[in-house]
């Protein structure tokens, strides 16, 4: 089994990527196995993982824990769970400041005291001292952002950083990240399963499905003229303002099990326009924008149109 297959892709200097996928595509373990947090005995990696020129896949475990924090942050997607909830937020933050600098315990709060207030926190001199379940949820995701930038690292990998948020608090926290993202001169790792995320933050944009990549593309281009029919379904199930439709375009049936993808196309089963091509494997293939599907240029021009309607604003 193979939860994820055939993903390659790079991450520029303060570049936002986005990955975005149904749940079960593959975009959390991917970025987990590349960290090294996937530890189960039965668990195989393979390929080649390099940051700032380092191959990072296959380094020990004191090696990874130096990197993981310092050069790379990490957002994980439920704060509540990331949090311990027998320690104060301040000495979470402040742990993770001393493993990776050489500073004192009152140099380290008065850093935690500084994060919170930078993320939003108000009164932090005063919160830095409560427990997680204190804070609301849109309070604690800004907490494990503190503690992901509490070292100013180059990468940032954000899992699903506005899930179970409501509306306003997801704009509070997008806004948030891309501010940091500034003051920190951070790359950006963004996994999220809504495309209305991926259009407002990324610079690039990775879609997959099953576990391998059915997309990847500048974000206008995979927003604007999307080319695999995976991502027409994704597009067409948001909500658009400037359209006059009364239903939203849907995907039929479910996601395939990891444990039964099909040997060509993983994506055929659900897919409309299938055919007989589809029983092989596509490979990605364009240029620049990239995509892993069979039908022609002009084919996807003409059954895209009657899919969805591209907006004019992306």
């Given at each position: 089994?193979?939860?994820?297959?055939?993903?390659?892709?790079?991450?520029?200097?303060?570049?936002?990527?986005?990955?975005?996928?149904?749940?079960?595509?593959?975009?959390?373990?991917?970025?987990?196995?590349?960290?090294?947090?996937?530890?189960?005995?039965?668990?195989?990696?393979?390929?080649?993982?390099?940051?700032?020129?380092?191959?990072?896949?296959?380094?020990?475990?004191r090696?990874?824990?130096?990197?993981?924090?310092?050069?790379?942050g990490?957002?994980?997607?439920?704060?509540?769970?990331?949090?311990?909830?027998?320690?104060?937020?301040?000495?979470?933050?402040?742990?993770?400041?001393?493993?990776?600098?050489?500073?004192?315990?009152?140099?380290?709060?008065?850093?935690?005291?500084?994060?919170?207030?930078?993320?939003?926190?108000?009164?932090?001199?005063?919160r830095?001292?409560?427990?997680?379940?204190?804070?609301?949820?849109?309070?604690?995701?800004?907490?494990?952002?503190?503690?992901?930038?509490?070292?100013n690292?180059?990468?940032?990998?954000?899992?699903?950083?506005?899930?179970?948020?409501?509306?306003?608090?997801?704009?509070?926290i997008?806004?948030?990240?891309?501010?940091?993202?500034?003051?920190?001169?951070?790359?950006?790792?963004?996994?999220?399963?809504?495309?209305g995320?991926?259009?407002?933050?990324?610079?690039?944009?990775?879609?997959?499905?099953?576990?391998?990549?059915?997309?990847?593309?500048?974000?206008?281009?995979?927003i604007?003229?999307?080319?695999?029919?995976?991502?027409?379904?994704?597009?067409?199930?948001?909500?658009?303002?400037?359209?006059?439709?009364?239903?939203?375009?849907?995907?039929?049936?479910?996601?395939?099990?990891?444990?039964?993808?099909?040997?060509?196309?993983?994506?055929?089963?659900?897919?409309?326009?299938?055919?007989?091509?589809?029983?092989?494997?596509?490979?990605?293939?364009?240029?620049?924008?990239?995509?892993?599907?069979w039908l022609?240029?002009?084919?996807?021009?003409?059954?895209?149109?009657?899919?969805?309607?591209?907006?004019?604003?992306?």
């Amino acid at each position: 089994m193979h939860a994820v297959d055939g993903l390659s892709l790079s991450v520029g200097r303060k570049e936002v990527v986005g990955i975005v996928g149904e749940s079960g595509s593959g975009k959390s373990v991917s970025m987990y196995s590349m960290l090294g947090l996937l530890r189960e005995p039965n668990v195989s990696v393979t390929g080649s993982v390099r940051f700032e020129g380092r191959e990072i896949l296959g380094l020990a475990d004191r090696e990874m824990r130096v990197l993981r924090g310092r050069d790379i942050g990490m957002i994980f997607q439920d704060p509540m769970t990331a949090l311990t909830p027998v320690y104060k937020v301040g000495w979470q933050i402040a742990e993770q400041i001393r493993a990776h600098q050489d500073v004192t315990k009152a140099q380290a709060r008065q850093r935690a005291v500084e994060l919170l207030g930078e993320v939003g926190i108000p009164e932090p001199h005063r919160r830095v001292d409560q427990f997680p379940h204190e804070f609301s949820g849109g309070m604690r995701q800004r907490v494990v952002i503190a503690m992901a930038l509490s070292c100013n690292p180059k990468l940032l990998i954000a899992d699903e950083p506005t899930t179970a948020l409501d509306v306003t608090t997801q704009a509070q926290i997008l806004e948030l990240m891309g501010k940091l993202q500034d003051a920190y001169d951070s790359s950006i790792v963004l996994i999220t399963h809504d495309m209305g995320v991926i259009s407002e933050m990324a610079d690039r944009v990775v879609v997959m499905y099953a576990g391998r990549p059915a997309e990847i593309g500048d974000r206008r281009a995979v927003i604007r003229t999307p080319q695999h029919p995976y991502t027409w379904g994704l597009l067409g199930a948001v909500p658009r303002v400037e359209t006059k439709r009364s239903r939203l375009a849907t995907i039929p049936g479910t996601p395939v099990s990891p444990l039964n993808v099909p040997t060509g196309c993983a994506f055929a089963p659900r897919c409309v326009h299938r055919f007989e091509k589809c029983d092989e494997r596509p490979v990605l293939r364009g240029d620049g924008h990239l995509d892993a599907c069979w039908l022609s240029s002009e084919q996807k021009v003409h059954l895209r149109a009657g899919t969805l309607e591209i907006g004019e604003g992306a």
